[in-house]
């Protein structure tokens, strides 16, 4: 019986070549002002360079932005929305939000949108916007937040008062595919105030600047389509050929073009009136004789003028088209979006049969928010450096910022971490997007990670970017195990592993796993160092620039990292293997290594403490001064909890089928035990599967107890990523120099790396996501042979296949409405989510108060934090 989905078929068409569905999508950016791409300045100021205010007038050069907007994949031809509720001083073209230096905790979007739905290959897709009927507050949500300290809470839109009495308008937007270039939009705009209330809908429609940069050979148009049967315009690109936008009767035709106002940002000197921010001098003042004189331009937008009635709909229909069409809004139009919400539907309900109805929507919105962040990127480091012909950007940036990436060019579309907070990149967040990727499209969820690999992304020393502002940072090394996380999980779905795949990352992974031997490993004893991981603030110190007294500073988590990295590489060998005999010496390599590692860290052999601390029952960073001296840093944190991460059961089967590797682990056995070195074969049985586990069995008891202690790491939301043991301020003196660290259950207190992000307490999903299959690869081993108390202290005793069904519980629940309907997401602002309108609606945050479970940081994080649809997945498995 067939079981696929229209939505299948379609994700088939398209990889297969014979359609191309996924030509448009969501790729526009929900912020391209403040990036490092846009970042002409001498001294590496982003958000000041092309602040907010300048966005509206100033020409983007290396993409653009929108609200619920589209593109084709390259951005040539967008389409976002714009507004005015008739009492701000500027359109709505753009989401705003605090730059990093005018947040109390670093940058923030300021504004109320939601992603409802998306299908992988975007043939169905809705968007919600809340637009306030007064005026918007944005001198206010910069000054009340620059008077709130690093104690003190974010100040909100919804703490501004705004939405008390529900005088905002809830703006959908959806677009439905009737073919791979014929995009049909539908904007409907509710009053949800108890009074009428006015307000003008402009959906626009502009032409990416390459003209005013590189030169192009003819400068693409946007003209009026002269008919009287129908509204529309025709567009005219050298890159992408011509389209149609169709609409229902406007006010008026507005054109401009998309070109810098020289005027208004430089006090400089137009060469002509149609630039880029002339729609809102329009319509602000009322005055529409400029935008009307044209007939053509780079950007248009049709004007609807409305008046809404109170709890009142009114619906505006577009129709964005490769083909000429007599009747764009015919009964088809209405169909078309009836087939696509029912596909959509039957999708998602294909994909989480086992779901509750509450578990599939906190699904759908996750599936949603992953897919509305898939954005187109463009970067080329070597013609940034040097700039466009005609152009001279300052010398600085010849040392400056990724002025070492010359060879990093990339012209792609990237799931984005948060469209708005993070429109880049982050090489360790990609790879945990893929693995919720690949539960709707397994293709593009490979395609992705192998992108990091390619050589105009990877360097040729083997370094993996790690994310636009700092490309040299170094982000944990979870590429492999992303790599096999997907593997799995097709072959479950489908019954068939794609090896071809698995052989390619494994190949280019070999690189990078070369560079981090040569380049983090600076004492040459296999314990890393890496600098702040992506952990950002876990350390007393900013692990990143400049260690405390000149010394070296040993990492749990970089070492633990690298043994996580060599068993994913293992595996990946050993499943490669079965096929490919050759491979078979590669398991032996990454055996090997992962043997030196475990050594290394444990340092049980020889007598030595290591970075295990026997009367705390934890592993510690060490701090190796020029001297020689080694200087415990004693933080109890995730950092330490990452040694548990590195395990790997080793099925019988497969050392069956590896008779050269068999023999190998066999003779480092004896060698070990002859020798008498540190035993890492600790769980060893002839004839059974074996266990790799950087932690040795005695240490995983004492871990484990920390762990699941609701007084140091369980909480009732899941792992917190700092003990709660610090709320008892942690200090060493070092060098006559005091760092302390303390347990910070929700916003960041200090400003190390911009102070948006706290690892210093909260929850993180990702990091959960990896203990839960941690917990599940020891089940794999020991079954019900190893139980734990659950929480620690009680009389409940758990394998570790259920202590990870109930941590998992305790992560979906962030999600879930409680008796009274509240979700602990939302915990700042329940009141408000009791409303109608609000209370179905949920957002994906970066992480999460470690005592009750609110959102904090990036509002819309759904790349990495849509893994609690993978976790709901799983529990219902």
């Known amino acids: 019986m067939d079981t696929k989905t229209v939505e299948d078929k379609r994700l088939e068409e398209h990889y297969s070549k014979k359609k191309d569905w996924l030509k448009w999508g969501p790729y526009l950016s929900e912020r391209q002002w403040g990036t490092v791409r846009e970042d002409y300045s001498a001294n590496g100021d982003a958000w000041n360079y092309l602040p907010h205010d300048h966005a509206r007038s100033r020409t983007y050069r290396w993409g653009e932005d929108g609200i619920a907007g589209i593109s084709d994949r390259y951005c040539n031809i967008c389409f976002a929305l714009a507004l005015w509720n008739g009492k701000d001083p500027i359109l709505k073209e753009r989401l705003f939000g605090l730059t990093g230096p005018e947040g109390n905790h670093g940058e923030d979007v300021k504004e109320l949108y939601y992603y409802l739905e998306n299908t992988p290959t975007h043939s169905y897709m809705k968007h919600l916007y809340k637009y306030p009927q007064n005026e918007f507050p944005y001198a206010q949500l910069v000054a009340e937040n620059q008077k709130r300290g690093k104690h003190e809470t974010e100040y909100e839109f919804l703490d501004t008062g705004l939405f008390d009495n529900n005088e905002y308008f809830d703006v959908y937007t959806e677009y439905a595919k009737a073919g791979e270039e014929d995009m049909l939009i539908r904007i409907s705009i509710s009053n949800r105030g108890p009074q009428s209330a006015p307000i003008s809908l402009l959906p626009t429609l502009w032409i990416r600047n390459f003209w005013s940069f590189t030169g192009m050979n003819q400068k693409p148009v946007i003209k009026k389509i002269a008919t009287k049967n129908t509204h529309g315009v025709f567009i005219r690109h050298e890159y992408v050929g011509e389209y149609h936008l169709y609409f229902d009767t406007p006010k008026k035709y507005l054109f401009t073009e998309n070109e810098t106002n020289t005027e208004r940002v430089f006090n400089g000197k137009n060469d002509h009136p149609f630039k880029k921010d002339l729609f809102h001098d329009a319509v602000v003042n009322n005055d529409f004789s400029l935008a009307e004189k044209n007939t053509e331009g780079t950007k248009f937008a049709p004007l609807y003028q409305m008046k809404i009635a109170s709890g009142e709909t009114k619906t505006i229909h577009l129709r964005l088209s490769k083909n000429s069409i007599d009747q764009p809004f015919n009964t088809d139009f209405d169909q078309v979006f009836s087939d696509r919400i029912q596909e959509s539907r039957e999708f998602l309900e294909n994909l989480t049969q086992n779901s509750t109805t509450e578990q599939r929507e906190i699904q759908k919105q996750a599936f949603a928010g992953l897919l509305w962040t898939k954005q187109y990127y463009n970067y080329e480091v070597e013609q940034w450096l040097n700039g466009d012909p005609g152009s001279h950007p300052p010398q600085e940036r010849k040392w400056g910022r990724n002025s070492s990436w010359t060879t990093f060019r990339n012209h792609d579309i990237l799931s984005m971490p948060d469209a708005w907070e993070y429109p880049w990149f982050a090489a360790w967040d990609s790879a945990f997007h893929c693995v919720t990727f690949s539960m709707v499209d397994h293709e593009f969820a490979k395609k992705q990670l192998l992108l990091f690999t390619k050589e105009w992304y990877m360097a040729a020393n083997g370094q993996i970017p790690a994310y636009e502002w700092n490309f040299s940072d170094v982000n944990p090394p979870v590429q492999a195990w992303a790599a096999i996380q997907i593997y799995q999980m097709e072959l479950r779905k489908t019954g068939k592993g794609d090896l071809d795949f698995l052989k390619r990352m494994f190949n280019k992974l070999a690189l990078n ?192 107890k920390s762990i699941l202690d609701e007084a140091e790491f369980l909480s009732d939301y899941g792992i917190r990523s700092l003990s709660k043991a610090h709320e008892e301020t942690y200090s060493i003196n070092i060098n006559g120099a005091e760092y302390c660290i303390n347990y910070e259950t929700a916003e960041s207190t200090t400003d190390l790396f911009g102070g948006n992000s706290n690892w210093r307490g909260p929850i993180w999903m990702p990091m959960n996501y990896l203990f839960i299959s941690t917990f599940k690869e020891y089940h794999n081993h020991f079954d019900d042979n190893l139980k734990y108390a659950y929480p620690s202290g009680s009389d409940n005793y758990l394998n570790l296949k259920e202590i990870a069904f109930e941590i998992s519980k305790r992560l979906i629940s962030i999600f879930k409405g409680d008796e009274n309907g509240n979700r602990p997401v939302n915990a700042l602002h329940q009141e408000k989510h009791q409303d109608a309108y609000f209370k179905d609606l949920i957002l994906f945050y970066e992480y999460f108060d470690g005592n009750n479970g609110r959102g904090v940081g990036a509002s819309h994080q759904t790349g990495w934090t849509a893994l609690v649809a993978n976790l709901i997945e799983e529990i219902n498995r």
Request: glycine residues 8%.
């Open 513 to 704: 796993f070369t560079w981090w031997v040569n380049r983090e490993d600076s004492l040459n004893n296999n314990v890393f160092e890496g600098g702040f991981l992506g952990l950002d603030n876990i350390g007393v110190f900013d692990r990143s620039n400049g260690v405390p007294g000149g010394g070296v500073l040993e990492q749990v988590d970089g070492t633990s990292w690298m043994a996580l990295y060599c068993l994913n590489m293992l595996e990946m060998a050993i499943e490669i293997a079965k096929e490919d005999a050759s491979f078979e010496d590669m398991c032996i390599k990454y055996f090997g290594h992962f043997c030196f590692i475990t050594e290394a860290l444990n340092k049980i052999s020889d007598g030595a403490a290591g970075a295990w601390d026997e009367n705390d029952g934890f592993f510690y960073d060490t701090l190796i001064l020029p001297n020689t001296e080694r200087i415990p840093i004693k933080v109890r944190s995730i950092s330490g909890l990452l040694s548990l991460a590195a395990v790997l059961n080793v099925r019988k089967e497969s050392l069956e089928k590896l008779p050269r590797f068999k023999s190998s682990m066999g003779w480092y056995r004896k060698y070990r035990m002859e020798n008498n070195k540190y035993q890492v074969l600790e769980e060893y049985e002839d004839g059974k599967d074996i266990l790799l586990s950087l932690v040795p069995r005695k240490r995983l008891d004492v871990l484990m």
